[in-house]
C-alpha cells in the first residue's frame, strides 16, 4: 500500500499557533516522507524543547519528545542502538544553538547518520519571547528592553566549522525547495543539518520577510546548486564570485549562464569548503542576497556505522551470533589469575 | 597483627606465622606506588590469603617529585584468617621518600616496621618537607620503630650495571626492587609479578629483563642481609572451596555489566564522561565491545545519560556511570526516564564533596542526592554495593530490575568500592538470576490504538514497543502522560494517579528483596545498621567487639529504595540502632522518618573509610550510656 501524507498524521490536535510557520515544516515533512516508500514504523522523530520540539506529536511514526537541548545526545543513543532506524531530529535556534550548543556540535563533528532539523524564527517562542542567539544586536524583546547585546550566531557557520558533513538552508512556505533539501538530506549519510528560516507571527513576525514576500524574495535570495553559477535577482542578472578574501557582487547581462561565468561568477562546488564559508558569510554584508540550498557536504564514514564494525567486529558479522552464553561469561570472569580453595 | 615483642625479638633462622600483616607502600605519586600495592595483592591472592586493599592517591597525577601533596599510598591487608578492611595500622610501611615518611608515619604501629629508600633522603628533599634531621640516622625513630634504611635506588643501579637502559629507566625500576624485598620478607612467590612484567614489557624486552633483575635482587638482598632479622609467613585463609580470582570493585561492576548484556540477550550501551573515580568503569567496558556493551565517550555527562536512554528507547539497555558532580548534572534526563518509563542504569561511584570535593577521596555522601535529586516527583529504585565483590552482584541486579520495571535505576558505589580488591568467588553463570524485559511486538489493544502505559498489573511495568515494530508507532515525552494511551494530558486526576502509580510501581521492586540476614542474634541491645562500602568496617568492629564480649548484632542494607519489607520490624527488636556512615547522617535520615525509630549516627566524613575502632567506641558508647 502506497502511503500518502495523511498516513503520517496523528490524531492529536496541532496546537501551534495560527499562522506558525512550523505548519509549514509539518506538511512539507509529512508530504515527503511518503515518496521514500519505508512503513511509518522505520521513523523517529526524537526533539528537545520548544515550539519547534512539539513536532514529534503531529507525526505517525515513533517520536520522543525529550528535554531542552539534549535531542541530539537522545538522538546519538537512538541511532547507534538501531542503526537501520531513520532518524529525524527536530530543534529550534534556542534549543540547538543556546541550551543545547554542546551537543550539536559534537553530533555534527561525529557524523550521526540523521537528518536534523532546525527551525529558526530567531526568537524563544515557547516562553513568549525573549531573544534567541540568532537575534540581531540590539533586538527589543521582554528580556532585552534596551536591545539584545549578544552577537547572533550564523548556524550555517556553526555547521561547517564543527565538521558538519552536509550543511543546508531552506525556508518554511517554500514546498518545492524544502522537500528537494530534505531528499538530500534523507540520501546523504551523515548528520545532515538543514536550517529552515521559520516564521514566528506572534512574537517575530516577518525577520525573514525580505526572503518570505514574493515581491522581494528574487531580489534577496540565492538559490544554491552545486555545478550551477551563483546567479541571483528578478532579471537573473546579478551574481556572486566568492575567493579567499570574501565575497563580490557581480552584474552581467542577464540571461545567459557563460556570460555571468564570464563575468567572474563563481560556479558553486558543494565540496569545497572555502565556497562553503565564503558563501555562508555572505548575507552580513548589506546588499547581498540570503543563500539558500546546499553549502557543503561529504561523503565520509558515520558514527554509527563505525560503532556497530567495532561492535560486531567487522561490517559482515551480525550482532546476535548464537554462542554458549555462560562459557562466554565463564571465559572472562576467569580472566587473569585465578586460584582453587578447597 | 604483629606484637611489639616479636618485633624485637624475631630471629633469623625461622619464619614468624602470622593471622595477619598489614603493609603500606608509599613514595611519590610517579613511583609506581599503586602498581608495587597491586602486585604485592596479586601474589597474596594467590598465596590464597584473605585480602583486602586501599589504594590512596592524589588527584594531581605528577604533583611536584617529593612534597606531600604527591604522596601516593597503597595499603594492603592480608591474612589467614577472614580480613573484613584493608587496616588502620600499617604493621610495615615502605617509604620511598621523605614526603612519605612524613605523611604516613603517625599511622603506623608503634614498634612497627619501617623501610626507607635511604638514596631519596637527600638534603634537599629533606628540607623539603621541613626535616630538620635526617631520619635514617634519627635514634628517636629507632627506637619507636624497626627501621630498616636500604638503599633502594643505589642498589637497583648496582644490579642493572650491565644494562643498556637510561639511568631514569634504571631507577623506575627500584619500586620492584621494594616490592622484591617485602615479597621476601612475608614469604611471598614472584611468579605471576614476572609473568605480569613479561606482558606488559612485551614491546621492551630490556625493560622486563631489568624489572625482573630488580625484583630478584629486592628478594636476594632481603634473603641474604644480615640487616633483615625478620621474616613472616602468612598462611592461606580458610575461603569457601571454590575457584577465586583478585578483582576491584571498578572491574567486577563491568562484568555484571556484560553479565547482563550476555543473559539478557541485549546489547548494553553504555555512555559515560570521564571523571574520578568513575572512569575506571569506563576504561574496563570499552574492551568487551565485543560481548555486547557498546561504550560511549559522550561529550558532557548530560549526553552520556540522554544517549543512554536514547538507546534505551530504541531496545538496548542504557547504561550511564558518574561520581557525584555528574549524577548532578543527570538529574533532569533521570526525570525524563522516569517519565517515560524506560530502562536505565546508573552508576555513582561515589567521592567526597560538595562541588569538586576530593575526588580521589571516598565518601558516602549521595544516598539522598539518589533517592531525590530530581525536581518533581521522581523516585527511583537505588541500590548500593558493598564490596568489589557485591559490585558484581548488585551491577547485575540493578540491570535485572530495570528491565523487569521499566524503571531508571542508580546503583551506588564508592572510591573505596572501586578502587579495593579482594578475593571473588568466580560464580557459575549459569546460577545468575534469569533477566526478563517488557519487549512486545504486537499491539496490547486490538480493538483500538496501541497503549504505551498500559501496564503489567503485578509489576506496574509498562510495555517496551520500540522503534522499527510495525504497528506499535506512538509518541513519547517529558510531557505528563494520559495513564493507557500516553498522550500529552494536563488533566488534574490524571496527574495524580501517574504520580501514585510511578510511586508504586517503585513500592513494588520490595518483593524482589530478599529477606533481610541479621549477623548476630535477631534482637538485643545493638544493631549495627550499614550500607556500601563501610561493610568490611562494621564486621570489623562487630568482631572486635564480639571479642569484648559485647553483643551487636549487624545488618547491612543493598537496597535503599525501596527498602526491604521486612526491615522495620527487623529494627524494632533492638533497643539501639546504630548507623555509622561516611556522610553526616543521611541513612539515619530516612530510618528515623520512615519508621520513627530513634536511630543513632556514627558520622565521620574525612575522604577516608570508617576506622572500625572508631565504630567499636561509638558502640560502647551506646551499651554504657553515661
Known amino acids: ?342 | 597483627m604483629i606484637s611489639n615483642q616479636e618485633l624485637a625479638g624475631s630471629g633469623r633462622s625461622a619464619r614468624t606465622e602470622r593471622n595477619s600483616v598489614i603493609i603500606r607502600f608509599a613514595g611519590d605519586s610517579g613511583d609506581g606506588i599503586q602498581l608495587t600495592g597491586r602486585q604485592f595483592t596479586n601474589e597474596s591472592a594467590l598465596a590464597g590469603n584473605d585480602i583486602a586493599t586501599l589504594p590512596n592517591f592524589p588527584a594531581e597525577i605528577r604533583a611536584p617529585a617529593g612534597t606531600l601533596a604527591g604522596v601516593s599510598g597503597y595499603q594492603i591487608h592480608f591474612g589467614s584468617e577472614e580480613i573484613f578492611t584493608p587496616g588502620e595500622v600499617p604493621d610495615v610501611l615502605v617509604a620511598f621518600n621523605p614526603a612519605a615518611l612524613k605523611a604516613n608515619l603517625s599511622d603506623v604501629k608503634m614498634g612497627g616496621i619501617i623501610v626507607l629508600n635511604e638514596d631519596a633522603f637527600t638534603d634537599k628533599n629533606l628540607s623539603r618537607v621541613g626535616y630538620e634531621q635526617n631520619p635514617c640516622d634519627d635514634e628517636n625513630l629507632k627506637q619507636n620503630y624497626r627501621v630498616f634504611v636500604v638503599p633502594i635506588s643505589r642498589l637497583t643501579k648496582d644490579a642493572l650495571a650491565n644494562t643498556s637502559l637510561t639511568p631514569n629507566e634504571v631507577d623506575r625500576c627500584k619500586n620492584f626492587f621494594a616490592l622484591g624485598l617485602m615479597l621476601w620478607m612475608f614469604d611471598r612467590p614472584r611468579e605471576a609479578t614476572r609473568a605480569w612484567i613479561d606482558k606488559k614489557f612485551k614491546k621492551r624486552p630490556e625493560l622486563a629483563d631489568a624489572n625482573k633483575i630488580a625484583l630478584e635482587a629486592g628478594y636476594t638482598y632481603g634473603d641474604a642481609t644480615e640487616i633483615f632479622d625478620l621474616s613472616f609467613s602468612v598462611k592461606p585463609a580458610d575461603l569457601e572451596p571454590g575457584l577465586y580470582r583478585n578483582i576491584n570493585g571498578s572491574t567486577a561492576l563491568a562484568y555484571g555489566i556484560v553479565a547482563a548484556a550476555q543473559k539478557s540477550k541485549l546489547s548494553v550501551f553504555f555512555g559515560a564522561y570521564p571523571i574520578t573515580p568513575a572512569s575506571d568503569l569506563l576504561h574496563e567496558l570499552a574492551r568487551h565491545k565485543r560481548l555486547g556493551v557498546m561504550t560511549f565517550q559522550a561529550e558532557d555527562e548530560i549526553a552520556a545519560v540522554c544517549a543512554a536512554i536514547g538507546a534505551s528507547y530504541a531496545g538496548s539497555l542504557g547504561v550511564t556511570s558518574s561520581s557525584g558532580p555528574g549524577i548532578a548534572l543527570k538529574g533532569e534526563a533521570l526525570g525524563l526516564a522516569v517519565c517515560t518509563e524506560l530502562p536505565l542504569v546508573v552508576v555513582d561511584t561515589q567521592r567526597a564533596g560538595p562541588s569538586t570535593g576530593m575526588p580521589t577521596k571516598t565518601e558516602q555522601s549521595d544516598l539522598l542526592l539518589a533517592l531525590h535529586g530530581r525536581h518533581g516527583e521522581a523516585p527511583v529504585c537505588v541500590l548500593a554495593a558493598s564490596s568489589p565483590s557485591t559490585a558484581f552482584s548488585m551491577a547485575y541486579e540493578a540491570c535485572r530490575i530495570a528491565l523487569k520495571y521499566m524503571t531508571p535505576v542508580i546503583l551506588l558505589s564508592d572510591g573505596y568500592i572501586a578502587n579495593g580488591s579482594e578475593p571473588w568467588q568466580i560464580p557459575d553463570p549459569s546460577s545468575l538470576p534469569e533477566i526478563i524485559n517488557r519487549r512486545i511486538d504486537k499491539t496490547n489493544n486490538p480493538d483500538g490504538p496501541f497503549m504505551p502505559y498500559m501496564r503489567d498489573e503485578q509489576s506496574l511495568a509498562r510495555p517496551w514497543a520500540v522503534p522499527g515494530t510495525p504497528e506499535l508507532m506512538h509518541r513519547i515525552g517529558g510531557l505528563e502522560k494520559q495513564d493507557l494511551s500516553g498522550n500529552v494530558s494536563y488533566d488534574a486526576d490524571n496527574h495524580a494517579k501517574m504520580t501514585a502509580l510511578r510511586a508504586e510501581k517503585i513500592a513494588r521492586i520490595a518483593s524482589e528483596i530478599p529477606p533481610i540476614k541479621i549477623d548476630g542474634d535477631d534482637n538485643g541491645e545493638i544493631l549495627l545498621l550499614g550500607w556500601g562500602g563501610t561493610e568490611g568496617t562494621l564486621r570489623e568492629a562487630q568482631r572486635r567487639c564480639r571479642e569484648e564480649g559485647i553483643s551487636v548484632s549487624r545488618l547491612h542494607l543493598h537496597y535503599l529504595n525501596p527498602l526491604p519489607a521486612d526491615l522495620e520490624p527487623a529494627l524494632r527488636k533492638f533497643k539501639h540502632v546504630l548507623i555509622p556512615e561516611i556522610n553526616t547522617g543521611q541513612l539515619k535520615s530516612i530510618i528515623r522518618d520512615k519508621f520513627l525509630i530513634d536511630a543513632k549516627g556514627y558520622n565521620a566524613v574525612r575522604g577516608q573509610p570508617l576506622r572500625s575502632s572508631k565504630v567499636v567506641e561509638a558502640i560502647k558508647s551506646l551499651a554504657q550510656p553515661h
Open chain 1, 1 to 342: 500500500m502506497k502511503l500518502k501524507a495523511k498516513d503520517f498524521q496523528t490524531d492529536q490536535d496541532v496546537r501551534w499557533c495560527p499562522g506558525c510557520g512550523d505548519y509549514s515544516i509539518l506538511a512539507n515533512v509529512q508530504r515527503f516522507l511518503p515518496t521514500l516508500g519505508s512503513g511509518q514504523h522505520n521513523y523517529v522523530f526524537v526533539s528537545g524543547i520548544g515550539c519547534s520540539s512539539r513536532f514529534p506529536y503531529y507525526m505517525n511514526t515513533y517520536g520522543f519528545h525529550t528535554i531542552h537541548g539534549r535531542a541530539p545526545a537522545l538522538a546519538t543513543g537512538i541511532k547507534t542502538a538501531n542503526p537501520d532506524l531513520s532518524v529525524w531530529m527536530i530543534s529550534g535556534d534556542g534549543d540547538a544553538l543556546s541550551i543545547g550548543g554542546n551537543h550539536l556540535i559534537h553530533a555534527l563533528r561525529r557524523n550521526l547518520d540523521i537528518v536534523l532539523l532546525l527551525f529558526n524564527n530567531r526568537i524563544y517562542g515557547l516562553t513568549k519571547g525573549q531573544y534567541s542567539p540568532t537575534s540581531e544586536v540590539g533586538k527589543v524583546t521582554k528580556s532585552s528592553p534596551f536591545g539584545s547585546v549578544d552577537q547572533p550566531i550564523n548556524p550555517i557557520t556553526l555547521a561547517l566549522g564543527a565538521n558538519a558533513s552536509f550543511v543546508a538552508r531552506t525556508l518554511d512556505i517554500d514546498a518545492k525547495h524544502s522537500l528537494e533539501i530534505f531528499a538530500e538530506a534523507n540520501e546523504h549519510r551523515g548528520t545532515a543539518f538543514v536550517e529552515i528560516y521559520q516564521n514566528c507571527n506572534i512574537f517575530n513576525d516577518g525577520t525573514f520577510s525580505s526572503v518570505r514576500e514574493r515581491a522581494t524574495k528574487p531580489d534577496n535570495q540565492l538559490v544554491v546548486e552545486h555545478g550551477k553559477p551563483l546567479i541571483y535577482g528578478k532579471e537573473q542578472d546579478r551574481g556572486i564570485a566568492l575567493s579567499a578574501g570574501g565575497a563580490e557582487l557581480i552584474s552581467f547581462e542577464p540571461g545567459d549562464e557563460d556570460k555571468a561565468i564570464a563575468a567572474g561568477v563563481t560556479v558553486y562546488d558543494r565540496h569545497n569548503r572555502l565556497h562553503a564559508h565564503a558563501l555562508a558569510e555572505i548575507d552580513r554584508t548589506p546588499g547581498f542576497p540570503v543563500p539558500m540550498g546546499v553549502f557543503y557536504q561529504e561523503q565520509r564514514e558515520t558514527f554509527d556505522g563505525i560503532m556497530q564494525r567495532q561492535f560486531h567486529g567487522s561490517d559482515d558479522e551480525k550482532p546476535s551470533e548464537p554462542h554458549d552464553v555462560d562459557a562466554t561469561l565463564s571465559d572472562l570472569f576467569q580472566s587473569g589469575d585465578t586460584w582453587m580453595v578447597g
